[in-house]
């Protein structure tokens, strides 16, 4: 029999697992083993282009796809394919002859993937390098390994980069210094009177400037001859400058209308605030949710992003136990096959109340709601099952709030204790006092001293990372509801990524009265 070594450092994380596992779906088990030759048994969970993550007892741990052995990353890679939920059903795309297709085109349509077991996707290309092709394929990315594609693929992912490259603009000599539109210049009129001023807007008959703090148009005549020149070079300027027009993807199947560039690129509505910006995915199940910092004036919602870029993600969740086999029972997620309303786009909503509706894969229904408002979101949301399903679903509410440092491998706790702060997630149980969990505690130790404040009020979470922002998650519900933290989808301590949890007893619904709320505040 041959005989199993475990990778170094997952032996000595095998016996926490006991204490910190999550809840996962059945997979079978599976043989891993790195170009050493030393095997594990595994379940796979999610595998990007550099590592895949597995399940030991519930425990999960990242490995590096370098470290694996080829057929290991190529069983990672089959996986991923496998487990990435699949699209609503829909046509396939026609993919009009090489000939009559334009470049842009190509770039812009969806693709057939097959990978090297034969197993063909319908997904969109994104970017690619030379180990990877990123795809857009069930409302999010996922990087695919080169090498697990078949050579048609492969030859397809090269093209396209290709053109991709073509696109960008070529390095140009050195020429004119260019326009600084956000600085004062000096501006002279007819009568050889000079000004200083800034440049706002232009059109065929009058200049904008900013003077003193108001805005004044001016004809063109009223310049001198110079003036006019410098007028007609700063409304180039800016118009170039301008953003690209927004493309709208219309809404079909179970994907509600959304922008197809830009910064809210697979985004149907946005809400700007004073302290985040919110926005609902396409899917109509998720809101995600950035820090920024304070706009150009007090109630702009201007202000840039902060922190690492990625976003809280508020997500609605529909699951179910498949029973089938009574000795082996799956946890599986309801798809959505239809929305009921395509909702138009909107990148700066006022603020609002969303409701999505639409079906599910077992011919029930669902409503989730969206609370957009300048001191809080809200979700709520509801499935109903036909009389005759015997595998009720189950509804909850989940946040996950991304690492909140960037961090390596390498790093250790004289790295990252000054990055931390006073960073901690402050937790009120529904019974006994606060408790404060630091960032820099292992979620093992987080578990055995402070687990009896599971199941929980409400949750602050504030610290150096943050800056001055404050985030509190409070259901506006405990009796006959579970309020719960955790660990993210992997990771040993809390500053690489947290989670929160929050259903019924009952499991159907999540009533407006008794949604969750997230605030920001300063």
């Not at 290991?72 to 089959?78: K, W």
């Not at 900013?210 to 007609?232: C, N, V």
């Not at 180039?236 to 709208?248: F, G, I, L």
């Not at 630091?438 to 943050?466: C, I, Q, R, S, Y």
Request: charged fraction near 25%; aromatic fraction near 10%; charge should be positive.
């Amino acid at each position: 029999m041959k005989k199993l070594i475990y990778f170094p450092l997952l032996l000595s994380l095998f016996l926490t697992s006991l204490l910190c596992g999550q809840e996962d779906e059945e997979e079978p088990a599976r043989a891993w083993t790195n170009k050493a030759g030393r095997t594990i048994i595994a379940q796979f969970v999610e595998a990007d282009d550099k590592t895949v993550i597995i399940s030991i007892k519930g425990q999960r741990h990242t490995l590096q796809l370098s470290d694996l052995s080829e057929s290991s990353q190529r069983l990672a890679a089959e996986l991923q394919a496998v487990s990435t939920p699949d699209p609503e059903p829909k046509p396939e795309p026609q993919t009009p002859t090489e000939e009559a297709a334009t470049e842009k085109s190509l770039l812009d349509q969806e693709h057939q993937w097959k990978n090297s077991a034969g197993k063909i996707i319908t997904a969109k290309f994104v970017r690619a390098n030379d180990s990877a092709v990123t795809l857009f394929f069930g409302g999010r990315e996922i990087p695919v390994p080169l090498n697990s594609l078949s050579t048609e693929s492969q030859e397809l992912a090269s093209k396209l980069r290709k053109m991709v490259q073509s696109d960008e603009p070529a390095t140009t000599k050195p020429g004119k210094p260019a326009i600084d539109l956000a600085k004062d210049h000096q501006w002279t009129n007819a009568a050889g009177k000079t000004l200083t001023a800034r440049f706002v807007s232009a059109d065929d008959e009058k200049i904008t400037l900013l003077i003193g703090g108001r805005e004044y148009p001016l004809p063109f005549a009223s310049l001198s001859k110079e003036s006019q020149k410098q007028a007609a070079q700063f409304r180039k300027a800016w118009e170039a400058s301008k953003p690209p027009e927004p493309k709208v993807i219309q809404g079909s199947g179970n994907r509600m209308a959304y922008y197809g560039n830009g910064d809210w690129k697979y985004y149907n509505t946005v809400f700007k605030s004073d302290n985040f910006d919110a926005a609902l995915h396409y899917n109509g199940r998720s809101m995600h949710v950035w820090f920024k910092e304070r706009g150009s004036r007090r109630g702009a919602g201007d202000g840039a992003r902060t922190g690492s870029g990625k976003p809280i993600t508020i997500n609605f969740n529909m699951r179910y136990y498949d029973r089938t086999e009574p000795k082996r029972v799956r946890h599986r997620t309801r798809k959505v096959v239809s929305i009921e309303k395509e909702w138009e786009v909107d990148d700066d909503a006022s603020k609002c109340i969303k409701i999505v509706r639409g079906t599910l894969d077992n011919n029930g229904t669902f409503e989730v709601g969206f609370d957009f408002n300048h001191k809080s979101l809200g979700v709520w949301g509801k499935v109903k099952d036909l009389p005759s399903e015997k595998w009720p679903t189950r509804v909850h509410l989940g946040v996950r709030v991304p690492k909140c440092i960037n961090w390596t491998d390498e790093m250790r706790p004289k790295d990252w204790d000054p990055l931390l702060g006073d960073a901690a997630i402050h937790i009120t149980p529904v019974e006994g006092p606060q408790a404060r969990l630091p960032l820099n505690m292992t979620w093992l130790d987080l578990k055995k001293k402070f687990g009896h404040t599971n199941p929980a009020k409400e949750a602050l979470v504030f610290g150096k990372p943050w800056g001055d922002f404050k985030v509190r998650v409070t259901p506006r519900a405990i009796r006959d509801a579970s309020f719960n933290w955790g660990k993210g989808y992997t990771g040993v301590f809390p500053f690489q990524g947290f989670y929160f949890g929050y259903h019924m007893s009952e499991y159907s619904e999540i009533p407006r009265a008794k949604r969750l709320d997230l605030i920001v505040y300063r």
